[in-house]
């Protein structure tokens, strides 16, 4: 735990609001916003909350083999993953989107109601 001023520590639930609400301000930046890369960014942010989440959890309530001198490292591993998933999705988007914009001179998604696929 780490201690501050003394007698408060940060625990689960410091790290489950931080997740919460990076998750609610991706969320919104998602609805919010007209731009394609508004929403990327909100998309990255609820990636990163889930992150937050794996970690904290793997902290906090999986003792793995700790007495044998093991760290648990399952959530880091799983937070490893979805790093790189979200890198092959901001590249794969960049992508949609630098095409889209030479298309149409524009990154606003409600013009996009011509692509069809």
């Not at 890369?37 to 999986?62: Q, S």
């Not at 959530?75 to 949609?96: D, R």
Request: aromatic fraction near 10%; include cysteine.
């Amino acid at each position: 735990m780490i201690h501050l001023l003394g007698s408060t520590s940060v625990g689960l639930p410091h790290f489950l609001v931080l997740g919460a609400v990076l998750f609610v301000c991706g969320l919104l930046a998602m609805m919010v916003k007209r731009n394609a890369i508004g929403i990327l960014m909100g998309v990255e942010l609820i990636l990163n909350a889930a992150n937050v989440n794996l970690v904290a959890f793997n902290k906090y309530l999986w003792a793995g083999d700790r007495l044998a001198g093991k760290p648990a490292l399952e959530g880091q591993v799983f937070a490893l993953f979805v790093i790189v998933l979200a890198a092959a999705e901001a590249a794969v988007a960049l992508a949609i989107f630098l095409n889209y914009y030479n298309n149409y001179a524009t990154v606003d998604v409600e013009r996009g109601t011509e692509l069809k696929g």
